[in-house]
């Protein structure tokens, strides 16, 4: 396969808010290009994992090269990039605007245009991307294209009277799609004499090909046999093989510049091909690095062990696989008094949590217990000034040597139709958020506020889409960390502190957070045959109790009649029993009791 002229390669990334059709997109220009035969044509052709199919959710940013012979009769090679909707995975849409010079802004011609369209189009203008507006669902009897394309030029400031109108479902307007592409995105840029220089996009661990590197060239050639040197990693590496992806992974003489393609070099770890690395040639080194992206930082922190204590080195095995395809995700062993071995894992929030969850018992076949979702907190110090970050509130410091506890806080977008916008506000104002602005976006409103993180990481997404019935949307991304009146709270069952379940919470909230903990619990630990306290403590204050009451045996069962002396002695005997049960006695707390009692529920 012969290295396309660069004037007529084209590099472009699918954006969209979530459900708004990039997948079924990426889906008709594939089978419309002929990458695909229609045998070999599944849905959502290039979500590879089931969950992804299962969910209908894009979590993996996938790429694909596809031959297009447009109207002026020239054959152009289209590099395509579906990207993720989900805020939990917009780093995979920041890697993929890296790597090319236009977007397709995929925007539903009923639903118009929703928080996570706004976030991921602003990515896409800060890379200095050309934007090419999509409306799709045209179909659908509720769409009106001529509001949507007004909304488009109102919210994001985007000339959208050329607005390409399609239905991805059906097929309708993919032809206006590919040629617009053509026409109104601009071909890449790069001298093929200069020394290699490449933008290392992403990694993957293949079983039979090692890690797999997908690349974007800007100068020079990549081929097979060339020594490589990874700038940043400052490692080298030979190059086995090179090709591209048409959605199946096709081997090439050479990539040139402009092209993304991927190659394999034996490289064993996923750690050693850092994501945004400069690649280039080890004799002939370019100059001057490429920008890179920035470090992913996790935003939530949770604890997972195994129910099972044996299953711990295949829990350290499966995170271990996991970590080598997914490099946002980071672990490190912690042991806790009730639950064991296990690994504290960072997240980049509740979505990406539930996934690497939801894989790790699906692939593995592992039971775990999750502690509850945290966020990284910055505690200063009372007498050295210093300051250290705390990832699981059970390991807080003595509160006499804690000067202040600062906790991270976002910007958070919410775009809402009208008439739920009074509950959209009171649940912002209950989870102490702060109002930047309220504006009008046609019919909905669009809310800006400052929320604290952790009052966001439990289930504030479940509550919105309750309180919206699903209408309204959702977007944030981290502001800074601010000092607040911050305590934790502990939950004693029996009277010994379950840590799992310990967390920081506002000290004018820990009350209602801790009355509801505890009536939570009550519902979900079983009877034992002793009566067990339930209680939320801060510090040595006790701020809510609840008591599952004791299975009882009737031991006066046998007695007819007689002295009623006879059946006090039997209960006292049975009560002097329980006492001790209760002193001796392990509560058992049932898996579902520790994910329930997490997701709180505010009614």
Not at 100 to 110: K, Q, T
Not at 352 to 373: G, K, M, V
Not at 441 to 447: D, E, K, T, Y
Not at 475 to 498: F, S, T
């Amino acid at each position: 396969m012969t290295t396309p002229p660069i004037d007529k390669i084209r590099n472009f990334s699918i954006v969209a808010h979530i459900d708004h059709g990039k997948s079924t997109l990426s889906d008709r220009l594939i089978q419309q290009t002929g990458g695909l035969t229609a045998r070999e044509m599944t849905e959502q052709v290039l979500d590879n994992m089931d969950i992804e199919k299962e969910r209908g959710i894009t979590i993996k940013a996938q790429t694909v090269r596809l031959n297009y012979k447009a109207k002026d009769g020239e054959t152009y090679v289209l590099n395509l990039m579906d990207t993720p909707g989900h805020v939990d995975f917009a780093y995979e849409v920041s890697r993929c605007l890296a790597a090319c010079e236009g977007s397709i802004l995929v925007v539903d011609a009923s639903q118009g245009v929703e928080a996570q369209t706004l976030a991921n189009v602003y990515q896409a203008i800060d890379n200095n991307h050309e934007i090419v507006p999509v409306l799709n669902k045209i179909d659908l009897p509720a769409a009106e294209p001529d509001r949507i394309r007004q909304q488009i030029e109102d919210v994001i400031g985007l000339d959208a009277s050329d607005a390409v109108l399609c239905s991805a479902k059906s097929g309708v307007g993919i032809d206006d799609v590919l040629e617009a592409i053509v026409t109104r995105l601009p071909a890449p840029k790069g001298d093929p004499n200069a020394p290699l220089k490449a933008l290392l996009v992403d990694a993957w661990y293949d079983a039979y090909l090692g890690v797999i590197v997908l690349v974007r060239i800007f100068d020079g050639s990549l081929k097979a046999g060339q020594r490589i040197k990874m700038m940043n990693a400052g490692k080298t590496h030979l190059v086995d093989r090179v090709g591209v992806f048409q959605p199946k992974n096709t081997p090439v003489d050479s990539l040139g510049p402009g092209e993304v393609g991927f190659f394999t070099a034996q490289i064993k770890e996923v750690a050693d091909a850092a994501v945004g690395d400069t690649i280039t040639d080890e004799k002939k080194p370019t100059a001057q690095a490429l920008t890179g992206f920035k470090e992913v930082q996790p935003v939530v922190f949770c604890g997972l062990f195994p129910v099972d204590a044996a299953d711990f080195e295949d829990l350290r095995a499966a995170i271990g696989r996991l970590r080598l395809n997914d490099a946002s995700f980071s672990y490190e062993m912690e042991t806790s008094a009730a639950l064991g071995f296990g690994f504290r894992c960072g997240f980049l929030g509740l979505l990406h949590l539930e996934i690497i969850q939801e894989r790790l018992s699906r692939e593995f076949d592992l039971d775990l217990i999750a502690t509850a979702p945290s966020v990284v907190y910055k505690i200063g110090l009372m007498h050295d000034g210093g300051e250290i970050e705390l990832h699981n509130p059970a390991d807080l410091p003595d509160p006499v040597k804690i000067d202040t506890i600062s906790e991270p806080w976002i910007k958070a977008t919410i775009l809402t139709p009208d008439e739920y916008l009074g509950g959209v506000i009171k649940l912002c104002q209950d989870r102490r958020g702060q109002q930047r602005e309220l504006s009008y976006v046609g019919s909905r409103a669009l809310l800006v506020y400052d929320l604290p993180l952790n009052e966001v990481v439990f289930d504030f997404y479940d509550r919105l889409k309750s309180i919206s019935k699903g209408y309204a949307s959702f977007d944030y991304q981290i502001e800074g960390y601010r000092v607040g009146d911050l305590v934790k709270m502990q939950i004693l069952v029996n009277a010994e502190p379950v840590d799992a379940l310990s967390m920081l919470v506002h000290r004018d909230r820990a009350e209602q957070r801790g009355r509801g903990m505890v009536e939570k619990m009550k519902e979900l630990i079983p009877p034992h045959m002793f009566v067990i306290p339930i209680q939320a403590a801060i510090g040595g204050r006790i701020i809510a109790r609840e008591t599952v009451r004791a299975l009882r045996k009737d031991v006066t069962a046998k007695c007819y009649g007689g002295d009623a002396s006879r059946k006090r002695k039997l209960l006292d005997k049975q009560k002097a029993g329980k006492k001790r049960m209760r002193q001796f006695g392990k509560v058992e707390i049932p898996q579902e009791a520790f994910i329930a009692a997490l997701k709180m529920d505010d009614n």
